[in-house]
Antibody, heavy 116, light 108 residues
Framework: EVQLVQSGAEVKKPGESLKISCKGSGYTFTNYWIGWVRQMPGKGLECMGI????????RYSPSFQGQVTISVDKSVSTAYLQWSSLKASDTAMYYC?????????WGQGTMVTVSS | SYVLTQPPSVSVAPGQTARITCGGN??????VHWYRQKPGQAPVLVVSDDSDRPSGIPERFSGSNSGNTATLTISSVEAGDEADYHCQVWDIISDHYVFGTGTKVTVL
């Protein structure tokens, strides 16, 4: 079964760093782009960027360029999303998704709460 | 950047047809994908590339795309169709994915 499994919920303070993960299984991880999608409470979906695990080619959406870092470790079939200094406005659900022409496969989501 | 506009809400009686629009400049020249998202769950792809249904999605779900509007049509609506629906395109100019504003479908 093709699936993406994300790391668990996080509660952090403003200014802290964070790295969340998305592990792929059931398919050749290096052959498909992985995207990260943000959903703020009560709001719509926003694509943050995508990465190709085969060569780590990364494309950031303009709103997220410089705000987060997307990376991948092929050896463990895992993609990552990280922040160096969290803000309260980063509080959201974060999803990873495998790209076909659309995003047919999604992780279960990681809730990130940033609060002092 | 490219903007996709959806109505905030659509209400429909059981057994009737729901139509959810997604407006964008010359969207007919792009491939549109649609996702259903129930509360507390991850999105699920229901239509890809304007009108293709992934395996497991009922024939009641169909899509069309022309001019400046794409439409997701849900026929014979059931209570289980109540959810948020999001459209999505790949904006080749800015080289990234764009989602619509989302539409909440309420089954009366």
């Amino acid at each position: 079964e093709v699936q993406l499994v994300q790391s668990g919920a996080e509660v952090k303070k403003p200014g802290e760093s964070l790295k969340i993960s998305c592990k792929g299984s059931g398919y050749t991880f290096t052959n498909y782009w992985i995207g990260w999608v943000r959903q703020m409470p009560g709001k719509g979906l926003e694509c943050m960027g995508i990465i190709y695990p085969g060569d780590s080619d990364t494309r950031y959406s303009p709103s997220f360029q410089g705000q987060v870092t997307i990376s991948v470790d092929k050896s463990v079939s895992t993609a990552y999303l990280q922040w160096s200094s969290l803000k309260a406005s980063d509080t959201a659900m974060y999803y990873c998704a495998r790209r076909g022409s659309a995003f047919p496969i999604w992780g279960q989501g990681t809730m990130v709460t940033v609060s002092s | 950047s490219y903007v996709l506009t959806q109505p905030p809400s659509v209400s429909v009686a059981p057994g009737q047809t729901a139509r959810i629009t997604c407006g964008g400049n010359k969207i007919g020249s792009k491939s549109v994908h649609w996702y259903r998202q129930k509360p507390g769950q991850a999105p699920v792809l229901v239509v890809s590339d304007d009108s293709d249904r992934p395996s497991g999605i009922p024939e009641r779900f169909s899509g069309s795309n022309s001019g400046n509007t794409a439409t997701l049509t849900i026929s014979s609506v059931e209570a289980g169709d109540e959810a948020d629906y999001h459209c999505q395109v790949w904006d080749i100019i800015s080289d990234h994915y764009v989602f619509g504003t989302g539409t909440k479908v309420t089954v009366l």
